[in-house]
């Protein structure tokens, strides 16, 4: 598909599912804005993406660093807010910051960037949130990562009623064979890809090119709102 003369904002657009979007839409002939809170790797990934792209740091927890953030822009005609720092706590863990986790570092960081980016958004444009498949099928010990994904979804349904006629729709990843994961010790990885293989109809992770057509498929076609997509192997279906 072609891109000419559109704009994508990816928060998270410095690495993993965000910069394989980002990567997909300057391949189309548009123009992307990337933010995140590590400007050297944002500046990284600028320069992989090419003239055609733009980067500034911005930290989701901070409401005042989310505005500065999006009042440098004129117009918006796609946003796409994959960004989430957060750990996952079971429901009896003593430590209630830990349990909200998901909930500060996913979801209310998602809400800061779609509130800061409403007044931009062209009226043809679309915002794209990410939950992910434990929504659907919550591991044992992730109660409450289950739920802000839950919660996320349910938010992208209200937002494509009050936000109309700009669309929201929400992408579900399940595993994903990337950055995120490269990033994490090989016995954890290891484990995590296992369960995904044996627990999924596609019988292996997924890959960040992948996450990022879903994720093109629901910023560009007109006439999907309000959906919740899982792009997961299957693996809310074993």
């Known amino acids: 598909m072609r891109y000419d003369d559109k ?83 079971p429901f009896d863990h003593p430590d209630e910051a830990a349990l909200a986790s998901p909930f500060d570092g996913k979801f209310w960081g998602q809400v800061r960037c779609v509130r800061a980016a409403a007044p931009k958004l062209a009226p043809d444009g679309s915002v794209v949130l990410m939950s992910g498949a434990a929504s659907a099928r919550p591991p044992k010990g992730a109660a409450l990562y289950a739920a802000a994904n839950g919660a996320i979804e349910a938010l992208g349904r209200g937002l494509a009623v009050d936000l109309a006629p700009v669309r929201v729709n929400v992408v579900a990843p399940g595993t994903i064979d990337g950055d995120l994961w490269a990033r994490r010790p090989a016995e954890v990885r290891d484990a995590a890809f296992a369960g995904q293989a044996a627990g999924s109809l596609a019988g292996r992770p997924g890959t960040e090119a992948e996450i990022a057509q879903a994720v093109l498929f629901l910023l560009t076609n007109g006439f999907t709102t309000g959906t919740t997509l899982f792009a997961d192997g299957g693996y809310s279906l074993r």
């Open 7 to 89: 704009t994508l904002v990816v928060i998270g657009g410095g690495s993993g599912i965000g910069l394989a979007t980002a990567k997909a839409f300057v391949e189309g002939g548009g123009q992307v804005v990337i933010g995140g809170r590590s400007l050297a790797r944002l500046e990284a990934a600028r320069e992989r993406l090419g003239a055609k792209a733009r980067a500034a740091a911005v930290d989701l927890f901070d409401t005042g660093s989310v505005a500065a953030f999006f009042d440098r822009l004129d117009r918006i005609d796609h946003l796409f807010t994959p960004a989430a720092t957060y750990t996952i706590a």
